[in-house]
């Protein structure tokens, strides 16, 4: 529980990437109303998120995304304590969407603005399901991985990260060669459920005892040249191949830093969190060694507002309110 436990009903707005979402979140914990616009079908087509469709598809859907949450929650703007709105880091037009938004209803209603962290935000899915620090995150998205030690809501220290491909970014990229459809790693999680794991030994980088990084680049060249020489035809072997390498890095690199800064309560955060292999071998790994593990429901997983509006709690306790002067900030770091 936050340190001042003030009661505080905060409507939170996320438009960082290719999801317009708006949510009324209580007491940085109980969700509301979270409502997700996605615009995947439309970014579909061109094989990857385009930011110049991705902001006009926010500037188009964010006041009815915004109605609907606080319609769900049964509130009015005049109820709430706070407007809480990503601030970075993410694709910067897409981004000024909802500051800009949150910025006007912030104003007009006299509301206290917050400016949030996305990837705090992450990490703070997991307060939706009562879970508090410390504990050991890895936190795995499109454009990040990295392994945080979070001693309190505010309080992170990073202990390693990639040096490349972010873990989400790989699964995309390595879908894209396969010729599977946007999002990619959603797609290779589908695959792989029919599909060997020993049938292809993808190479795992950076594996030495002590090195906390990441790295996916080489895995990717893998797979070209796998399927440049050989096609693609076993593809579900393939999916379950390199789902199997992602996933057996991603923990081996949780339990080393575990192991090494005295974890036993690890989380997971991200889009990436979301993935079924990774969930499983999580939960073996914990399971082995009697740590306590936190996985963030689904829904929370990739991107969402219920989460911002956990973050946004600690901030509100807090007294960190944004001025009208709050900008997007696509490379905010946690
Ligand atoms: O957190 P998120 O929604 O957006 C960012 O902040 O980046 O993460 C999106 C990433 C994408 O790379 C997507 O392919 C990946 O999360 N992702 C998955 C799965 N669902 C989403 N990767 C592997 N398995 C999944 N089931
Ligand atoms: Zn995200």
Request: net charge negative; proline share 4%; charged share 15%.
């Amino acid at each position: 529980m936050c340190r001042c436990k003030v009661p505080a009903v905060i409507l939170a707005i996320e438009s960082s990437c290719d999801e317009t979402a708006a949510a009324v979140v209580a007491n940085g914990d109980t969700v509301q109303s979270s409502v997700i616009h996605t615009q995947i079908d439309t970014h579909r087509l061109y094989g990857g998120v385009v930011p110049e469709i991705a902001s006009r598809q926010h500037v188009q859907h964010i006041s009815a995304v915004v109605a609907k949450a606080l319609s769900d929650a049964g509130i009015s703007v005049a109820q709430l304590d706070a407007i809480a709105v990503t601030q970075g880091p993410g694709l910067v037009g897409a981004l000024l969407v909802g500051v800009s938004y949150a910025k006007g209803l912030a104003w007009a209603a006299g509301k206290p603005l917050i400016g949030v962290n996305h990837m705090m935000g992450h990490i703070a899915a997991n307060r939706l399901s009562g879970f508090e620090p410390p504990f050991l995150c890895l936190v795995v998205s499109g454009g990040h991985t990295e392994l945080v030690a979070v001693e309190g809501w505010s309080q992170y220290t990073y202990l390693g990260g990639t040096v490349d491909d972010a873990a989400g970014e790989a699964f995309d990229k390595i879908a894209r060669v396969l010729g599977l459809p946007y999002p990619g790693g959603k797609s290779v999680d589908e695959l792989a459920r029919w599909g060997n794991p020993a049938a292809y030994a993808f190479p795992r980088a950076l594996m030495g005892q002590d090195n906390l990084d990441f790295s996916f680049s080489g895995m990717k060249t893998a797979v070209i040249s796998h399927v440049q020489k050989h096609g693609n035809e076993d593809l579900a072997d393939l999916c379950a191949s390199v789902q199997a390498a992602i996933v057996d890095v991603l923990c081996q690199k949780t339990r080393l830093a575990a192991e090494k800064h005295g974890f036993t309560r690890i989380a997971l955060a991200g889009g990436v969190a979301a993935n079924s292999g990774l969930r499983a071998g999580m939960q073996q790994l914990c399971a082995q060694r009697s740590w306590q593990l936190q996985l963030p429901e689904m829904a929370y997983c990739t991107d969402n507002a219920a989460m911002i509006g956990a973050a946004a709690y600690e901030q509100y306790c807090a007294g960190e309110f944004a001025h009208a002067t709050l900008n997007a900030n696509p490379a905010l770091e946690l």
